[in-house]
């Protein structure tokens, strides 16, 4: 844009020479910047306790529980507030840490909190970094079981403690630095930081991490005494729910559902290879 006439203001006209220097310096400075977000993220590499795998996260927990509690209203105030019934919070509630008391989740240091939206048309449930979990009560109503509520919430439980949000979050960074190293522009941190929560709230997660939270919610479910095999049930709702023109977000970035009930029912034959036990919460 500088460059589009000889005739405008730009530095290297009159200069040709301290031009130059000054692109030089542009691009050792674009370099620097680049490797500066490559070591961040590759610095950033720890192991995760539930999944076991290799993650490039920036944050710690305690930021990551924080990041999470900052965007949680904007969350809130998008899907219509939250559903004014203490009953059905209160059970919500109950079901929801009952199985991060009775499972993997229960050695970990992540704040929990659940919470029903009053969102009648998006059929969905969501999890912010650190802990926040929501369930629309469009969701809510077409659950048929207990189970299947475990199923929705063990699947978000899922998610925080694989940490996914926090990972897509490092990446974008990494995005975001290589991107600033290109156009060397300033940035305005609280900009900045609106941008991060409104990323958070709107973050869809890929299908390997949809995969994984069905595989952590199976373990969960199973760990607390529901049948996991309530998950598939979670998969037939949705997919029916998807029938009509609207499809269900759960499903964005999963176009074959089929597939992801076949991969629930392999995790289910992991945790009991001899078949489900009896008397497990429906
Ligand atoms: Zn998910």
Do not use: C
């Amino acid at each position: 844009m500088y460059r589009r006439s000889n005739s405008g203001y730009g530095r290297s006209s009159g200069y040709p020479g301290r031009g130059r220097s000054l692109n030089k310096m542009r691009l050792l400075l674009a370099a620097g910047m680049a490797l500066f977000a490559l070591y961040s993220f590759w610095s950033s590499k720890e192991v995760n306790e539930v999944t076991g795998e290799e993650q490039y996260i920036s944050l710690t927990e305690d930021q990551e529980i924080q990041l999470g509690l900052q965007a949680a209203p904007q969350m809130i105030q998008q899907h219509g507030g939250l559903y004014q019934s203490q009953e059905l919070q209160d059970y919500i509630d109950e079901v929801g840490f009952y199985l991060v008391n009775n499972s993997l989740a229960r050695d970990t240091d992540w704040q929990f909190e659940f919470h029903l939206l009053n969102d009648p048309q998006t059929v969905n449930a969501f999890a912010l970094p650190g802990g926040q979990v929501f369930i629309t009560t469009a969701l809510y109503e077409q659950l048929e079981t207990e189970g299947q509520l475990a199923g929705v919430l063990g699947h978000e439980i899922g998610h925080v403690l694989a940490r996914h949000g926090a990972q897509r979050m490092a990446k974008q960074q990494l995005t975001q630095g290589l991107t600033q190293a290109v156009l060397i522009g300033a940035s305005t941190d609280s900009a900045q930081f609106a941008q991060m929560i409104g990323n958070m709230v709107n973050m869809k997660y890929g299908r390997d991490d949809e995969l994984q939270s069905d595989d952590i919610g199976v373990r969960i479910m199973a760990e607390s005494g529901y049948d996991p095999s309530a998950m598939i049930g979670v998969m037939e709702i949705l997919a029916e729910a998807s029938g009509g023109s609207g499809q269900p977000e759960f499903f964005s970035t999963h176009p074959n559902p089929d597939n992801r009930i076949q991969k629930i029912q392999s995790a289910i034959d992991r945790v009991f290879p001899d078949g489900v036990p009896e008397g497990l919460v429906p």
